[in-house]
């Protein structure tokens, strides 16, 4: 657990510097250099574009990780790793080709109130190639146990560029429309760097040849590349289907919530670059006793972790809002469900590495498929009713039913879950400081308001979780950091 939490602690680092340039952008740059229409514009292209990239990868970039360390030859390796270059493009050529047989199809779906999308369409399949690509590199810089660079680009490089973007609007440097350019072209620029330093770390060699074990490889590809399709799916299709409900704006505004309650899930994915690889190994190597510490070590340290975040949105969300312009607030209900399904996402904590690793992948993706369908058809039934506030009651029954199939199939499987009785003063720890501080407030400026607060916050909560010694792991990193400052 001392490689992961090293590693977790630096890419949890990273990720957050990645996620405060992020709310930066979000809740004010985006808010108040961009007319409401545009940036639910920019909004929707990202989404849109993170429901495609997954088919372009086509699965290969968790390919690459499950197999890798299965070979035990060179030779073997290159054949895998010549594999993952070629298919995503091989893919991308065909996507490509079918969008442009529908392109005017689609020029016509975006008429009306939000034909401002039309000019922009190609950029969505732009941004999801090179984000496809990038996730592959990534990967691959992963089955070295070097994720830290990989998650500084995936975190911060991207969003750094589009603050510099967006301050370029606002000083009448360029337009909106170069923008929209501009911040497409970052992506392209994010996936070039990244291959530049996967290849420093395994330069491989180029030829058509294929791993010995094809037919299985391809076999987990492709339903790797449904399970991964779904899991995105569950995550964006809200903000596509409000984009066809109603005004484009209304994907910003719903995309400002989500974001905040978005922050609670850095540390899972922080730990996630570490903790993938690893489970892979442990499945490989079989060794379940190791497996089942590693799944309540990290479900326990992201528990604790993600709770005080959740417990800082929730009481701090109202000032929050007070920030930003008044068009873009909006009730909270949005957050509580979306920082909900956050929080539970993050107790799983490497279950999702457990199941794509191993051969049970195949239930995940029938569950995953159901529960796409789901979300499609709740959303359906609660946007028109509800407006956005239904679009996140739709996410939080579809995905909240997603996770607990997740512990259920695991357990069933492997005979090992992630609850301990720390799990329970955790869970009662978050709910009894969430209602404690939400009704706590100063009278002083909002900003000065959630800094008091938070700090108040994080101070009593992270003194208790010390004191007790509920987790030796983060008590352990908590007195390596004071020591090194000591020095």
């Known amino acids: 657990m001392g490689v ?27 808010t108040y250099f ?62 490509g080709g079918i969008g442009l047989m529908f392109y005017q199809y689609l020029i016509d779906y975006f008429s009306g109130e939000n034909a401002l999308v039309q000019p922009y369409i190609w950029l969505i399949f732009l941004i999801a190639a090179a984000t496809a690509y990038f996730e592959v590199f990534f990967a691959w810089s992963k089955i070295y146990y070097k994720s830290v660079f ?21 000083f009448k440097l360029i337009g909106v429309e170069f923008f929209i350019y501009g911040m497409s072209a970052v992506f392209v620029i994010r996936t070039l760097i990244m291959a530049a330093y996967s290849f420093s770390l395994h330069r491989p060699r ?24 779904v899991a995105t799916l569950l995550l964006d299709l809200d903000k596509v289907m409000i984009e066809y409900y109603l005004p484009i704006e209304n994907v910003a505004i719903y995309g400002i919530a989500v974001y905040i ?3 609670i899930s850095v540390p899972q994915k922080a730990m996630h670059q570490i903790m993938h690889p690893l489970t892979a190994e442990m499945l490989n190597k079989e060794d379940t006793r190791a497996l089942e510490g590693l799944y309540k070590k990290s479900s326990l340290n992201l ?5 005080l975040i959740f417990i800082l949105i929730i009481t701090n969300v109202n000032q929050l809002y007070e920030l930003i312009p008044e068009e873009y607030e909006i009730s909270l209900l949005v957050v509580l469900l979306i920082s909900l399904v956050k929080l539970f996402d993050n107790f799983l904590g490497n279950n999702n590495s457990i199941l794509f690793n191993s051969d049970y992948y195949r239930i995940v993706l029938v569950v995953g498929l159901v529960m796409a369908v789901l979300a499609f058809l709740l959303n359906i039934l609660f946007i028109p009713r509800y407006g956005i506030n239904g679009a996140a009651i739709a996410s939080f029954i579809a995905i909240g039913i997603y996770n607990l199939a997740k512990l259920f199939i695991v357990f069933k499987k492997f005979k090992i879950h992630p609850f301990t009785v720390n799990t329970w003063i955790i869970f009662g720890t978050t709910a009894l400081f969430s209602l404690s501080f939400y009704y706590w407030d100063f009278s002083f400026h909002p900003l000065i308001n959630i800094i008091l607060k938070a700090g108040l916050t994080a101070l009593f909560y992270g003194g208790l979780v010390y004191f007790s010694g509920i987790s030796k792991e983060l008590n352990l990193l908590f007195n390596n950091i004071i020591k090194k400052l000591s020095e």
């Open 261 to 263: 309650a978005t922050v």
């Open 34 to 95: 961009l007319e409401q229409e545009y940036y639910g514009l920019v909004s929707f292209l990202l989404s849109a574009a993170n429901l495609i990239w997954p088919f372009i990868a086509f699965g290969v970039h968790s390919t690459l990780v499950k197999f890798f360390t299965s070979y035990k030859t060179r030779l073997e390796r290159e054949k895998l790793l010549n594999l993952v270059l070629i298919l995503p493009g091989l893919v991308a050529i065909i996507l």
């Open 303 to 307: 528990l604790i972790i993600t709770g």
């Open 4 to 30: 992961i939490i090293n590693q977790s602690f630096k890419n949890m680092i990273t990720t957050y510097i990645g996620f405060g340039i992020g709310a930066v952008n979000t809740l004010f740059l985006f």
């Open 150 to 170: 990989g998650n500084f680009m995936k975190e911060v490089f991207q969003r750094f560029c589009i603050s510099i973007l967006l301050f370029a609007v606002y």
């Open 206 to 229: 180029f030829q058509l040849s294929f791993p010995s074990n094809l037919a299985p490889v391809l076999k987990y590809t492709v339903l790797i590349l449904l399970a991964v399709s």
